[in-house]
């Protein structure tokens, strides 16, 4: 099943063969209200069993929104952490060590486990109903697609093997990033720089993240052509090692890396996603207004 958030905070389950999202909303309502301070985590996600209970119950007679006129947000409203797995496809790395534009003068560009995984500020996050707002247009800026891993479980010292358990879903996702020297959590934070989406595909719907198509293109040309089974460190890997250090929330969003063929994307751009099992998004490039 395909969960999204959209236009002004509704909760949709989208119909990808009628082109529509049947609007959910009421089930929200099965959130316990809060008070402060709030709970660690997307209580979305924390919740997600009941609300969905409901949204399935009140899918046959919802009204239904047609694709064209639903803004997507990201599924998730409220991550503690968006996670990122640097230097974690072969190709990738071997393009970082042959493009100074990328590498910047490292010369550590060895294994994921020399780098540790790095984290993205969450104001960073948007969905595909947004855009990109490029900051520093002087700079490099990259896309970066990416499979995005949404936890629906707190998560704390996972194994490979219990790993997928704490799975809520899948989505896509873009790791914007401003080439340069600095701090990853610097050039990587900028608002509008992680987007996710359009819309999350629960982990019993896609169950196998191991082997899964992605295809990023610019303008209709083909930029990013990969396969997630040649990840350095697989989903299940990703999890037992982030949560060697943190524990992982409900909501918490996992950016498992990027294949070669990042590159710089300009205002005006749009760039064309796809994610074999999530499906097909463009996502438009503007620069920052002031
Ligand atoms: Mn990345």
Known sequence: MKFCRFNDNRLGIV???????????????????????????????????EVRKKAEALAASAPRVGLEAVKFLSPVGNPT????????YDDHISEAKAD???????????HISDWGLFLKATSALIGFGDEVKL????RRNDHELEL????????????????????AGYAMGLDMTIRGKQQTCWRKSVDTYAVCGPWMVTSDELTDPSSLDL??????????????????????????????????????????????GVGPVVPGDV?????????ARDMRVAREYA
């Open 271 to 279: 760039m064309n996603c796809y994610i074999e099992g999530i499906g």
């Open 15 to 49: 119909d990808v063969d009628r082109n529509e999202v049947i609007d959910v909303t009421p089930a929200l309502d099965l959130i316990p209200p809060m008070r402060y301070p709030a709970p660690l985590g997307d209580q979305l996600m924390a919740n997600f069993a």
């Open 215 to 260: 295809v990023l293109k610019v303008n209709g040309e083909t930029r990013q052509d990969s396969n997630t089974k040649y990840l350095v460190y697989s989903v299940p890997r990703l999890i037992e090692y982030a949560t060697e250090m943190y524990t992982l929330y409900p909501g918490d969003i996992i950016l498992t890396g990027t294949p070669a």
């Open 148 to 167: 995005a891993v949404i936890i629906g479980k707190t998560c704390h010292k996972a194994t490979q093997a219990d790993a997928l358990s704490y799975v």
């Open 100 to 110: 100074q534009g990328i590498a910047h003068g490292r010369t550590n560009i060895t």
């Open 81 to 88: 952490k968006i996670v990122n797995a640097p230097i974690n």
């Open 135 to 138: 900051r520093m247009p002087d």
